[in-house]
């Protein structure tokens, strides 16, 4: 058998994977303040946002949301962020169906009975690459902070004592904390949507997730541990390297890469993906360059457009003026590395995926997308939160240039229906979501109208309804106004009106 020659730590990592955890940079999690320290030093923190519902929400509406959101780009140049969309399987496992079931205990057998059914099905559905599997969309805004280095000069080190080392590391780590607690601070007041820090429960649940993709569905996980490094706590079952992604129980992962920026950039564009069916990550990596670096970029940049004699070149003249000229008006210049992760179990359902990402990306924002061969696991780490680096944007060279007006719209931050807040019926939307519903939710009355097509469904939908309230204790009397049509199979299915 001929042995695997790649040099040092890659080749490591592909023919003993289990040496993947000694990579990861989550070390441990202060509870107080649920900031997590990496084992480079470096401290992070993870935010679940509070998704916007596009439905309801006009023109001007969805465009004041994502233009509002220029603020997270207020980070100072030592932090990095992610913004990380995420769709993924329910899990049978989720308490919250538990909870749905056990919310009312009285009402009628028979409709008890029916939810119940109902609920198991869901259940069965539940999980990894399950067509009729109910999905749940979630986002997450990580920042990473990179203290900045301090330097003492010998003879200052030779005057203080012997404990003056360790006195003023301790100092600088505690100053370090202090600064990142204030920016956080900031930035939180400063954010149009509630932001929620994750405790380290929550985040080594994401984690684990990404890594035992078939067993977070089959069994519970033991609690955080915080005397063990969070890295040992991740991986259960070894995954499989290469080039171009990573395995996991029989899941291979394919990243795809926003390889050009976008022809036009406009609120509310990445929408688009949340018509996929499928489960996918959606990783937008931010890093902040000095102005010297821009400004050097482009001067350079400028320099040879002026020599370049060409129609091209006059027009990306004009652009890089344009760009001057809202830098001049108080614009910032960001790094974005836009990458998609995709997974399956076969190469034809993950051609597939593909596919239909490739299409969202040619034909919804007209831009250039390259599925990655080379360096598709690298990118599939630095999907995770905390996992991005800007050092390694050095070696894959995927991240542009883009103004951060124009950063704020590639944020996304919406989500479809999802439901109501005290539901006595559950539905699955087209779009795969787990609807929560109650024709009695109303702020100011109990009456409820039902709007559709003829031929829609509406008098199914309705019996259906009225079935599900009748779980409530004591049971409510509902009047049923509809066609004559619809009354004689009201009638068969023998609901009391």
Request: glycine share 4%; net charge neutral.
């Amino acid at each position: 058998m001929r042995q695997n020659k790649l040099p040092g730590p890659l080749g490591s990592l592909i023919t003993r994977p289990e040496s993947l955890s000694r990579e990861f940079p989550w070390n441990e999690v202060l509870p107080e303040d649920r900031i997590v320290v990496c084992h480079d030093g470096s401290l992070g923190v993870v935010y679940q946002i509070d998704l916007i519902e596009h439905e309801p929400l006009s023109e001007a509406a969805i465009v004041g949301a994502v233009t509002s959101l220029k603020s997270w780009f207020m980070l100072p140049e030592n932090a990095v962020m992610q913004v990380i969309f995420e769709q993924q399987p329910l899990s049978p496992l989720d308490k919250r169906l538990d909870d749905y079931a056990n919310k009312y205990l009285g009402g009628h057998p028979v409709s008890k009975f029916l939810f119940e059914q109902r609920l198991s099905v869901i259940k069965n559905a539940s999980g990894l690459g399950k067509v009729e599997t109910p999905l749940e969309r979630r986002a997450y805004l990580t920042v990473r902070w990179f203290p900045a280095s301090r330097s003492r000069s010998g003879l200052w080190s030779f005057y203080t004592g012997e404990n003056a080392t360790l006195d003023r590391e301790d100092a600088a780590v505690k100053q370090e904390l202090a600064h990142f607690l204030s920016t956080l601070s900031t930035l939180e007041t400063s954010s149009p949507l509630p932001l929620t820090r994750l405790s380290g429960d929550e985040l080594l649940d994401i984690l684990r997730q990404f890594f035992n993709p078939e067993m977070y569905y089959r069994r519970s996980f033991a609690p955080l541990n915080p005397a063990t490094p969070l890295s040992e706590q991740v991986v259960y079952s070894p995954p499989t390297l290469d080039f171009s992604g990573i395995k996991r129980e029989g899941v291979k992962t394919r990243t795809i890469s926003l390889k050009t920026s976008p022809s036009f950039a406009y609120p509310g564009g990445m929408a688009y993906f949340t018509g996929l069916s499928f489960p996918f990550r959606m990783t937008l990596n931010f890093s902040f360059p000095t102005k010297a670096s821009v400004k050097k970029y482009l001067d350079l940049k400028e320099f040879f457009l002026e020599n370049t004699p060409s129609a091209k070149a006059r027009r990306q003249k004009e652009e890089l003026l344009t760009v001057q000229e809202r830098l001049a008006h108080e614009d910032r210049c960001v790094h974005l590395s836009f990458h998609m992760t995709i997974e399956g179990k076969t190469t034809d359902d993950l051609d597939r995926m593909t596919r239909e990402v490739l299409n969202v990306f040619q034909n919804q924002l007209e831009a250039e997308a390259i599925v990655e061969e080379d360096i598709g696991a690298a990118l599939a780490l630095t999907s995770l939160p905390l996992f991005y680096d800007p050092r390694s944007d050095l070696s894959a060279r995927r991240f542009i240039k883009v103004l951060r007006s124009d950063a704020a719209k590639f944020l996304p931050i919406f989500n479809s229906f999802s439901g109501l807040s005290d539901p006595v019926q559950l539905y699955l939307s087209r779009e795969r979501n787990l609807v929560k519903f109650s024709l009695l939710e109303n702020e100011t009355s109990h009456h409820t109208v039902v709007l559709a097509d003829s031929g829609s469904g509406k008098s199914s939908f309705v019996i259906d309804a009225v079935t599900s309230i009748k779980r409530l204790s004591p049971e409510p009397l509902v009047f049923v106004v509809d066609k004559k049509s619809s009354v004689p199979r009201m009638q068969q299915q023998k609901v009391a009106a």
